[in-house]
T-cell receptor
Framework: DTGVSQDPRHKITKRGQNVTFRCDPI?????LYWYRQTLGQGPEFLTY????????KSRLLSDRFSAERPKGSFSTLEIQRTEQGDSAMYLC?????????????FGPGTRLTVL | AQSVAQPEDQVNVAEGNPLTVKCTYS??????LFWYVQYPNRGLQFLLK??????LVKGSYGFEAEFNKSQTSFHLKKPSALVSDSALYFC??????????????FGTGTQLKVEL
């Protein structure tokens, strides 16, 4: 399978714990995106990388959230001191970065439940 | 700010009948519009996009979408629905980001149910 992969698929944690998610984009895709999706809503943009540079962050991304893409390949999203409101599906997407209007390809998501 | 609206939470259609899932948009500048489909516990799958040109865009799995500038709409259509088309459908509009990236702003989704 050469699509976007995410790990883990499910994460259950207690409030106050830290969690880290990983995203492996499609090979050669230089743009990578993180979105968050809550029940009954469409995905909401969190942040965007072009290669290893984080170029945009949403106001939704509080100080407890940090994302990295150290070598321009895989990316991690860390949430510190989780809160119940962080419970959501976290989606990663990648795009090639060569079209004027790129197509984003999404991974299966990581479902986070904060107890 | 760019936005899309999906006025129907759910659409029911009989297998073999044509289907339409509605989307209207609000943008400043040129509209770049997308449709994605989401199956349970899966990520979003790209169906099609409108950038410019022909108002009828053809996409994956027999879907197409009609861009209408005067009505600011981008409705998803399929001539003959299949039970396997039952899923959650999202319309999205693109915002240009620093470095050329694309932020997608999604609608709230429309649940399509195709019955025998």
């Amino acid at each position: 399978d050469t699509g976007v992969s995410q790990d883990p698929r499910h994460k259950i944690t207690k409030r106050g714990q830290n969690v880290t998610f990983r995203c492996d984009p499609i090979s050669e895709h230089n743009r990578l995106y993180w979105y968050r999706q809550t029940l009954g809503q469409g995905p909401e943009f969190l942040t965007y990388f072009q290669n290893e540079a984080q170029l945009e962050k949403s106001r939704l991304l509080s100080d407890r959230f940090s994302a990295e893409r150290p070598k321009g390949s895989f990316s991690t999203l860390e949430i510190q001191r989780t809160e119940q409101g962080d419970s959501a599906m976290y989606l990663c997407a990648s795009s090639l970065g060569r079209e004027r209007v790129d197509t984003q390809y999404f991974g299966p998501g990581t479902r986070l439940t904060v107890l | 700010a760019q936005s899309v609206a999906q006025p129907e939470d759910q659409v029911n259609v009989a297998e073999g009948n044509p289907l339409t899932v509605k989307c209207t948009y609000s943008v400043s500048g040129n509209p770049y519009l997308f449709w994605y489909v989401q199956y349970p516990n899966r990520g979003l799958q790209f169906l099609l996009k409108y950038i410019t040109g022909d108002n009828l865009v053809k996409g994956s799995y027999g879907f197409e979408a009609e861009f209408n500038k005067s009505q600011t709409s981008f409705h998803l259509k399929k001539p003959s629905a299949l039970v396997s088309d039952s899923a959650l459908y999202f319309c999205a509009v693109r915002d240009l980001l620093t470095g050329g990236g694309n932020k997608l702003t999604f609608g709230t989704g429309t649940q399509l149910k195709v019955e025998l």
